[in-house]
């Protein structure tokens, strides 16, 4: 009799990012009606691949208030982030789902960040482990947003809440790197640490 094997789900290790100052370039309100392509800061798409490869898929969470302000259309901004989402796919990176608020403070949302709204959906959305999940930003409501969920946060040129301050996307993934380097260095050498003192201690001599 064949007994069916149940696989535990596989939660995903996200980094939540946010878009404009962070893997973009930003501007001020106004000059948004002229910006039709997206202009990548120095470090974002390396920084990005290089998280990649330790494992974190991302999510984008954005707003957009310029819509419900009537400086940029819905439609602006989706063809604006089909170039987004095409620049990044030619660079071999996915985007798992980008949340967008269009609302401006007038529509008292609960999406628009620091509200919660926004995270609240991608967890009903996908399984997330939010334990060594991350959230990257460049301003105090992504860092207001972060803390909510205790999520770890890097500031990219952020000032304020005692926060460091990185000057890219990349400089993030080399401190997560490093992080990882020593937690698994910590690892390894307490697991020998074990081994050796349970080890008899004729497997513990060397022969030179």
Same mark, same amino acid.
């Not at 898929?57 to 302000?69: R, S």
């Not at 940029?72 to 089909?82: A, E, K």
């Given at each position: 009799?064949?007994?069916e094997?149940?696989?535990?789900?596989?939660y995903?290790k996200?980094?939540?990012?946010?878009?404009d100052?962070?893997i973009?370039?930003?501007?001020?309100? !106004?000059?948004w009606r !002229?910006?039709?392509?997206?202009?990548?800061?120095?470090? +974002?798409? !390396?920084g990005?691949k290089?998280?990649?490869?330790?494992?974190?898929?991302?999510?984008?969470?954005?707003? $957009?208030?310029?819509?419900?302000?009537?400086i940029?259309?819905?439609?602006?901004?989706? $063809?604006?982030?089909?170039k987004?989402?095409?620049?990044?796919?030619? !660079?071999?990176?996915?985007?798992?789902?980008?949340?967008?608020c269009?609302?401006?403070?007038?529509?008292?949302?609960?999406?628009?960040?620091?509200?919660?709204?926004?995270?609240? &959906?991608?967890?009903?959305?996908?399984?997330?482990?939010?334990?060594?999940?991350?959230?990257?930003?460049d301003?105090?409501?992504?860092y207001?947003? =972060?803390?909510h969920?205790?999520?770890?946060?890097?500031g990219i040129?952020?000032?304020?809440?005692?926060?460091?301050?990185?000057? +890219?996307?990349?400089?993030? +993934?080399?401190?997560?790197?490093k992080? &990882?380097?020593?937690?698994i260095?910590?690892?390894?050498?307490?697991?020998?640490?074990?081994?050796?003192?349970? =080890?008899?201690? +004729? &497997?513990?001599?060397?022969?030179?």
């Open positions: 009799m064949n007994q094997v149940k696989m535990k789900p596989s995903l996200i980094a939540f990012l946010d878009r100052g962070t973009i370039n930003d501007y001020p309100d !106004e000059k !002229e910006i039709k392509e997206p202009e990548f800061l120095k470090g +974002s798409i !390396e990005l290089r998280l990649k490869e330790m494992g974190y898929d991302f999510i984008i969470i954005t707003n $957009q208030y310029l819509i419900n302000d009537g940029i259309s819905l439609n602006d901004y989706q $063809q604006f982030t089909g987004f989402l095409k620049k990044l796919k030619e !660079e071999n990176i996915d985007i798992l789902k980008i949340y967008f269009p609302h401006n403070e007038k529509d008292h949302c609960y999406c628009k960040k620091p509200k919660p709204g926004m995270i609240e &959906q991608a967890k009903k959305d996908f399984l997330i482990d939010m334990n060594n999940s991350i959230y990257i930003g301003s105090h409501v992504d207001l947003l =972060a803390k969920f205790n999520l770890t946060f890097y040129n952020y000032n304020g809440d005692n926060v460091k301050s990185y000057r +890219s996307i990349l400089e993030i +993934s080399k401190q997560i790197k992080i &990882q380097n020593k937690w260095f910590y690892k390894f050498s307490k697991a020998y640490s074990i081994a050796s003192l349970t =080890a008899p201690s +004729s &497997q513990l001599q060397t022969t030179w």
